[in-house]
């Protein structure tokens, strides 16, 4: 009988070590999908619990974009969303939020509020489907303190409706020392510096997503004090457009890994790109797309890249390509309507994690922060 015992209990002690070793047992897992320079970023719990930042574009596209997010809830094996929070108004962040309604059973819809943007389209989708949707299901305003109670993860909400948390994170809050170079950008006075951004928290594994968040609002974040500390993940803000990404923010967070989810003409040029890569800890950057708006002056080598697009010229401008002006006539950018490909993360609460092009396969793995 004792032996009995004792063999139950050698097996349950092996039973947890082998737990512990399982590589895909207690991780947080992140799809970074390619709406093409739109945003759409899954987070799924160890316990297959689920947040989505964001549904992509709408209209024509609305069919397009939610197929690739709903490839990646199939690869990680997602009946439904728990938490889908939309940052901020912008056709290209809620844009296939009502089609991914039809497809995938939705819990809980998080946002910063009211559109404060004169748009007759936008104000008739929170009042009209919007409503009818989170009427359903769940719905939070969040305001900078709030939390998403995402299982396993702690998700705290750093800015929304234009405020900024004033409490730092644990740990954090000392004097952020790119606030004294920092000078203010052309206002923004648009739902992009509405953007609801989340900091999570797993284990030691840190990351930052602000949505569209805009530089003077990243110095109203990161000033005097930096409340966050730094992170391990920094997804790109605003798709790597430079009102945003100010060298307050991305050398302040001083993240080890930036993933930026441009578009093939969104994102990307030589100062934002320059902001990144002199980034003090940074070790590699990621992107969605190749954008021509870098050249292969300023982009990153092709491995780390998830999607080119269709018709690739026989070599690649070494001199980045200048952003056409808005409301000018310039040539449409270049097209990707091919299969897309994700990048995704998996941290481990430990704090190394592992990131992974799903074009080519190509992984690497990074330790824990120090
Ligand atoms: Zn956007």
């Known amino acids: 009988m004792k032996t009995a015992i004792r063999t139950l209990l050698v097996l349950a002690v092996l039973g947890t070590a082998i737990a512990a070793q399982s590589p895909d047992g207690d991780v947080l897992s992140i799809y970074l999908v390619d709406v ?3 945003g759409a970023t899954l987070f799924v719990s160890p316990t297959g619990e689920s947040m989505l930042m964001d549904t992509g574009n709408g209209g ?6 939610v197929s690739r997010i709903m490839a990646a809830a199939e690869d990680a094996g997602l009946e439904r969303i728990d938490h889908l929070l939309t940052t901020h108004w912008h056709g290209d962040h809620y844009g296939g939020l009502a089609e991914l309604a039809t497809r995938i059973p939705i819990g809980h819809y998080i946002d910063h509020g009211p559109t404060i943007e004169d748009n007759e389209r936008v104000q008739a989708f929170i009042d009209g489907p919007y409503r009818e949707l989170y009427n359903a299901a769940r719905r939070t305003v969040v305001t900078p303190g709030d939390t998403v109670p995402l299982s396993g993860v702690d998700v705290q909400v750093m800015a929304s409706a234009g405020e900024v948390v004033d409490e730092p994170l644990p740990g954090a809050g000392e004097p952020n020392p790119y606030c004294a170079d920092f000078e203010r950008y052309p206002e ?6 509405q953007s609801a951004g989340v900091h999570l928290q797993f284990g030691r594994f840190r990351a930052l997503h602000l949505g569209d968040l805009t530089a003077n609002k990243e110095f109203e974040l990161m000033c005097p004090n930096n409340p966050i500390g730094s992170v391990d993940l920094y997804v790109v803000s605003h798709h790597g457009l430079n ?3 100010a060298q307050v923010l991305v050398h302040g967070v001083a993240p080890r890994v930036a993933i930026m989810n441009n578009g093939t003409r969104k994102g990307g040029t030589p100062d934002t790109m320059t902001i990144l890569h002199t ?7 990621w992107q969605l797309h190749f954008s021509v708006l870098s050249g292969q002056e300023y982009t990153v080598p092709g491995v780390f890249i998830a999607n080119l697009f269709d018709d690739q010229p026989d070599a690649m401008p070494l001199a980045p390509v200048p952003p056409p002006r808005r409301g000018s006539n310039a040539a449409p950018p270049p097209v990707h309507s091919g299969p897309a490909n994700w990048i995704k993360v998996e941290a481990r609460r430990d704090g190394t994690f592992t990131v992974t092009n799903s074009r080519n396969g190509f992984s690497k793995s990074y330790a824990a922060s120090e």
């Open 36 to 38: 093409e320079g739109g």
């Open 60 to 65: 024509a596209n609305a069919d397009r974009d």
């Open 188 to 193: 923004d006075l648009g739902d992009n510096a």
């Open 243 to 245: 009102t945003s990404n």
């Open 279 to 285: 980034a003090p800890r940074l070790m590699d950057l």
